[in-house]
């Protein structure tokens, strides 16, 4: 079936540099996409999101790109700090319809001091 | 900005009881609600859609006699664990969406870890 996939399962940045995300997605009716952060035992915590009529949107340290064409989602985030360590996860849904959203494997990444 | 409660956090049963997961949103109305499993260092999978006053749709591969969902009020969706075997133990996940906001944010629990054992 259609799904969300990650290109890196882990990702180690020092405290301070740029960080990127990446995720691919295969299912060409997606119109909505999020990324999530998860902190151990705790539930998803929203990001940031874009539309597919955006390519690039920006919030508070993060990015969010979105590249229709080869399908690519990725997140990039400022001045990586400790508390940045987490799990992220992209999703994909649709804005119409049952809204379900697929989540991607899953990037730890984790910041060295 | 809205918030979607989960209760228990953590429960321990033993293998061949049920266990009832509650989800609530707190500060706006959902007719529907999500709820995702997550084994340990893996994703979220989704479960079921809980429609509120209507029957549940099951994604498939999950036995709808075995996780029974009833979202009988805007507010409120419950996940019963009906006859946990170890095999059960997992983070179980809620999530709603708030219409009411311009993209319709879903908005997630904090879990509810199960272990049974």
């Known amino acids: 079936g259609e799904s969300v996939g990650l290109h890196l399962p882990t990702l180690s940045v020092q405290e301070g540099d740029n960080s990127i995300i990446n995720c691919a997605y295969s299912?060409?009716?997606?119109?909505?996409f999020i990324w999530y952060k998860q902190e151990s035992g705790k539930g998803p915590q929203f990001i940031i999101d874009i539309r597919s009529n955006m390519d690039k949107r920006q919030g508070q340290r993060v990015t969010v790109l979105l590249n229709k064409t080869v399908k690519h989602l990725s997140l990039q985030i400022a001045a990586t700090q400790p508390g940045d360590s987490a799990v992220y996860f992209c999703a994909e849904t649709q804005i119409q319809g049952a809204q379900k959203l697929v989540f991607g494997q899953g990037t730890r990444l984790t910041i060295n001091p | 900005g809205a918030v979607v409660s989960q209760h228990p956090s953590r429960v321990i049963c033993k293998s061949g009881t049920s266990v009832k997961i509650e989800c609530r949103s707190l500060?706006?109305?959902?007719?529907?609600m999500f709820w995702y499993r997550q084994f340990p260092k893996q994703s979220l999978m989704l479960m079921a859609t809980?429609?509120?006053?209507?029957?549940?749709?099951?994604e498939q591969g999950v036995e709808k006699d075995k996780f029974l969902i009833n979202h009988a009020s805007l507010t409120l969706s419950t996940l019963t664990v009906t006859s946990a075997h170890p095999e059960d133990s997992s983070f179980y996940i809620c999530?709603?969406?708030?219409?009411?906001?311009?993209?319709?944010?879903?908005?997630f629990g904090e879990g509810s870890r199960l272990t049974v054992l």
């Open positions: 500060d706006f109305q959902a007719t529907t």
């Open positions: 809980s429609n509120e006053g209507s029957k549940a749709t099951y």
């Open positions: 299912n060409s009716a997606s119109d909505y």
């Open positions: 999530s709603a969406r708030d219409w009411a906001r311009l993209t319709g944010e879903l908005f």
